[in-house]
T-cell receptor, first 110, second 111 residues
Framework: DVKVTQSSRYLVKRTGEKVFLECVQD?????MFWYRQDPGLGLRLIYF???????EKGDIPEGYSVSREKKERFSLILESASTNQTSMYLC?????????FGPGTRLTVT | GDSVTQMEGPVTLSEEAFLTINCTYT??????LFWYVQYPGEGLQLLLK?????DKGSNKGFEATYRKETTSFHLEKGSVQVSDSAVYFC??????????FGAGTILRVKS
């Protein structure tokens, strides 16, 4: 069965902290994605990766970076968290035809 | 750029009512179209998809038909259940791997 896991379901961080969100997939997919989900805005793409060490900016990359050192793991990094980054973060990996999503991490920055 | 517009919610229905959630899109080419569902506390799951004009996607009693002439992909179900309460997202994929999502529509079904 397809599985995408995210390191935390809920996270509370302070303004200015460095935050790591981890995503792991067990399907040997090359393509992985990070989205943020906000009410009324749907899902917006932050970054995606099409191979190890390869990354591309999505629609809203400002304030974020990513790391893909191994095929199964794709990390989202908030270098200095700010309150406007309070959101639900969803990771996905893609087969030929479908994106599979993790359960999400609800991040609150205070 | 590409975009997806969904009807605003929340949509509140009684059990066994007919459901329609409208979705229209803007794209330069011929995208593939998707409906995803997010149940409370979970990530998104693919509900159905259609890859070319006039295709009908269906799953779990839900249906949507790819209408190129009206650039629409409306979601329908003949008889909703309380367990269908969720957030529904319409999305398109045109080039490469990127999905473009609508804002999502909350569906609440009362018993």
């Amino acid at each position: 069965d397809v599985k995408v896991t995210q390191s935390s379901r809920y996270l509370v961080k302070r303004t200015g902290e460095k935050v790591f969100l981890e995503c792991v997939q067990d399907m040997d997919h090359e393509n992985m994605f990070w989205y943020r989900q906000d009410p009324g805005l749907g899902l917006r793409l932050i970054y995606f990766s099409y191979d190890v060490k390869m990354k591309e900016k999505g629609d809203i990359p400002e304030g974020y970076s990513v790391s893909r050192e191994k095929k199964e793991r794709f990390s989202l990094i908030l270098e200095s968290a700010s309150t406007n980054q309070t959101s639900m973060y969803l990771c996905a990996s893609k087969s030929a035809y479908e994106q599979y999503f993790g359960p999400g991490t609800r991040l609150t920055v205070t | 750029g590409d975009s997806v517009t969904q009807m605003e919610g929340p949509v509140t229905l009684s059990e066994e009512a007919f459901l329609t959630i409208n979705c229209t899109y803007t794209a330069t080419g011929y995208p593939s179209l998707f409906w995803y569902v997010q149940y409370p506390g979970e990530g998104l799951q693919l509900l159905l998809k259609a890859t070319k004009a006039d295709d009908k996607g269906s799953n779990k009693g839900f249906e949507a038909t790819y209408r190129k002439e009206t650039t629409s992909f409306h979601l329908e179900k003949g008889s909703v259940q309380v367990s269908d309460s969720a957030v529904y997202f319409c999305a398109l994929m045109e080039y490469g791997n990127k999905l473009v999502f609508g804002a999502g529509t909350i569906l609440r079904v009362k018993s």
